[in-house]
């Protein structure tokens, strides 16, 4: 049986590479791509400002003081899911087992593509020509036997890089691998394995398996067979993903606010945003959950069930407004978070001449906003809110609809 070769590709500062490839101005400096609003965060950072120590995550004064000559630039995310579906074109033409892993990242399982194009490291070095030559960005990709190396893999050699691990070479790398560097295992998820005396994912696969589920219950078994590097999933095409059981946006405030008309505001552009995701997908659902985390980081999650099945922004900002309203808010408010779980594919039909008009309304809107990007089409109180601050869902996936703009996909 054919040992299964699977390629991880990883585009290389993707945010910061496709505004520098964009906008010419920008190319050999340092920049870093943020949100609009004043507690915005760097989302990506361009190698150049990178050698001064500028990281995702960080906050604008912070990366400033790292490096004072810092470009930002606020991020339109039309430009990057134009960017990504273009990619994924090519990556298609390599192999139908193609996995999106996120907007810039995705798995593929070229196993059964070796005789059309030749040895895993010609396939990916064709993949890599391709994305510079059509699109001007670079890309890091890891080859390995199963997800979890690749994914490995694709990280050891940025940017630009090309790294293949052999089944033979999966012991010794794994001995000297700080077990952070595994895919999954987080920052307090490290702290609770150092207690334990692990450090490498050598270490990791050396402790016992009872030991690791009596611990971390039945995520120890995975924990266990990720420091052996053995991962047994399957590269899944995105149409054949599971589906979603809850569909949700939350957004940490600008500045912290207790004013309930500022609040429900928010709460009604959230709803529109994930009314908007469902009926894309297709979705209904029954149970609404508002999320509030506070100015001291106190969380709190209350959800309401409905008897029908809905998927309008209007009616999922009704429930959570009620949800809201019947909270006793003692401080300011930092986050919001609006989702509905309880999905499903049926959809009760409008019976009133009211829902049928609002029904109408919406399809009009999400047309519209297809055609031409997120929130070009809202309501009037939502007008303020609404420009610049949308942001890519985790559970981002290539829409058959989608109309590209943006990057010139037959730059030679």
């Known amino acids: ?46 190698y150049e400002a990178r050698t001064w120590g500028v990281k995702t995550g960080m906050s604008i004064y912070e990366a400033r003081r790292h490096c004072p000559e810092l470009i930002f630039v606020i991020g339109n995310n039309n430009k990057y899911i134009d960017a990504s579906v273009k990619i994924i074109t090519i990556l298609k033409d390599f192999s139908p087992l193609m996995e999106v892993f996120s907007i810039d990242e995705a798995f593929l399982d070229i196993t059964g593509s070796q005789r059309l194009f030749g ?53 010794t790398l794994l001995d000297k691998l700080p077990v952070t560097k595994l895919c999954g295992i987080g920052e307090k998820l490290t702290e609770h394995l150092s207690l334990l005396g692990i450090r490498s ?3 990791l696969g050396r402790v016992p398996e009872g030991i690791l589920t009596k611990k ?16 047994e999933s399957s590269v899944v095409p995105y149409q ?9 946006h939350s957004t940490t405030l600008e500045r912290n606010i207790s004013g309930e008309q500022q609040i429900l505001s928010v709460l009604w552009r959230l709803s529109e945003m994930v009314g908007r995701r469902m009926r894309r997908e297709g979705f209904s659902g029954r149970t609404i959950a508002l999320t509030v985390r506070y100015e001291d980081f106190y969380t709190l999650t209350k959800r309401r069930t409905l008897r029908r099945y809905i998927n309008s922004g209007q009616e999922i900002f009704e429930g959570a407004g009620r949800i809201f309203q019947s909270i006793v808010h003692r401080k300011a408010v930092r986050l919001l978070g609006v989702s509905v779980t309880n999905l499903s594919h ?36 939502l007008l303020d809110r609404s420009r610049g601050k949308g942001i890519i869902s985790p559970r981002w996936r290539p829409e058959e609809s989608y109309m590209p703009t943006g990057l010139d996909s037959s730059r030679k």
Do not use: Y
């Not at 964009?22 to 870093?32: D, E, Q, S, T, Y």
């Not at 890309?139 to 890089?161: H, T, V, W, Y």
């Open 240 to 248: 054949q993903e599971p589906e979603a059981k809850s569909v949700g």
């Open 119 to 171: 040895s895993p490291e010609t396939v990916s070095r064709l993949i890599k020509q391709r994305i510079k030559e059509e699109l001007g960005l670079t890309c890091s990709i890891g080859l390995a036997p199963n997800k979890l190396l690749a994914k490995l893999a694709s990280g050891m050699e940025k940017p630009d890089g090309l790294v293949r691990i052999r089944p033979e070479e999966v012991g």
């Open 346 to 381: 049926c959809s009760q039909l409008p019976l009133f001449e009211e829902e049928k008009k609002r029904l109408r309304i919406s399809r009009a809107m999400d047309r519209i906003n297809d055609r031409w990007g997120e929130f070009t089409i809202t309501w009037a109180g």
């Open 201 to 203: 994912a050598g270490d």
């Open 1 to 46: 049986m054919m040992d299964r070769i699977i390629l991880h590709v990883n585009l290389d500062a993707f945010f910061a590479s496709v505004e520098q490839q964009i906008n010419p101005v920008l190319r050999g400096k340092p920049i870093a791509v943020s949100g609009a609003g004043k507690r915005t965060v760097v989302a990506a950072a361009s």
């Open 216 to 231: 971390f219950g039945v995520i120890g078994h995975t924990l266990h067979l990720m420091g052996l590097g053995t991962d």
